[in-house]
């Protein structure tokens, strides 16, 4: 599945594709005819990698609301960041969102444009009532980028939760 904006292709990676990101990038950045220039594969994010793809495994006709989308730039075809749903959607119809960018691609306003395309896309989808997103209180540029798509702060305790609806 793709989405397009107007800088921006977001491909949301198939279990296979997910399996050759953790396992065999340059095969992957040569069946998207992309190169990965975002946050490194490693660490923590690895590990949330690895998490989603077994969720991926488990139902894998659903894959775009647990997989990751690379965010592709149109213009030279670099892999500057991913975002990914964490799961379907729940009973109440939410679904949260997470994303991240690759340092050199920072406060150009490509994670604005992609988490925008992303929620209206998601609103538009059955079931679905409303996104929430969670940042740490110190990344003011994760809360700019979620503001500035339109969502709206409902709890604040160790980390801001925010909410984005219909």
């Given at each position: 599945?793709?989405?397009?904006?107007?800088?921006?292709?977001?491909?949301?990676?198939?279990?296979?594709?997910?399996?050759?990101?953790?396992?065999?990038?340059?095969?992957l950045?040569?069946?998207?005819?992309?190169c990965?220039?975002?946050?490194?594969?490693?660490?923590?994010?690895?590990?949330?990698?690895?998490?989603?793809?077994?969720?991926?495994q488990?139902?894998?006709?659903?894959?775009w609301?647990?997989?990751?989308?690379?965010?592709?730039?149109?213009?030279?075809?670099?892999?500057?960041?991913?975002a990914?749903?964490?799961d379907?959607?729940?009973?109440?119809?939410?679904?949260?969102?997470g994303?991240?960018?690759?340092a050199?691609?920072?406060?150009?306003g490509?994670?604005?444009?992609?988490?925008?395309?992303?929620?209206?896309?998601?609103?538009?989808?059955?079931?679905?009532?409303?996104?929430?997103?969670?940042?740490?209180?110190?990344?003011?540029?994760?809360?700019?980028?979620?503001?500035?798509?339109?969502?709206k702060k409902y709890?604040e305790?160790d980390?801001?939760?925010?909410?984005?609806?219909?």
């Amino acid at each position: 599945m793709k989405i397009d904006t107007d800088r921006l292709v977001l491909v949301a990676l198939t279990c296979r594709q997910l399996k050759l990101w953790l396992e065999d990038l340059p095969v992957l950045e040569c069946e998207l005819d992309c190169c990965y220039q975002a946050e490194p594969l490693e660490g923590d994010f690895r590990e949330i990698v690895k998490m989603q793809y077994a969720r991926v495994q488990q139902a894998p006709h659903l894959y775009w609301w647990r997989s990751f989308f690379f965010l592709i730039r149109k213009a030279d075809g670099l892999v500057i960041g991913a975002a990914d749903f964490k799961d379907v959607p729940s009973r109440a119809g939410e679904v949260e969102i997470g994303y991240g960018l690759g340092a050199a691609f920072e406060q150009q306003g490509y994670m604005r444009e992609a988490i925008a395309a992303l929620s209206n896309w998601a609103l538009r989808q059955p079931g679905v009532s409303c996104i929430t997103a969670e940042t740490e209180k110190h990344n003011g540029p994760s809360q700019r980028v979620l503001a500035r798509c339109g969502f709206k702060k409902y709890r604040e305790q160790d980390t801001i939760w925010w909410r984005c609806s219909l």
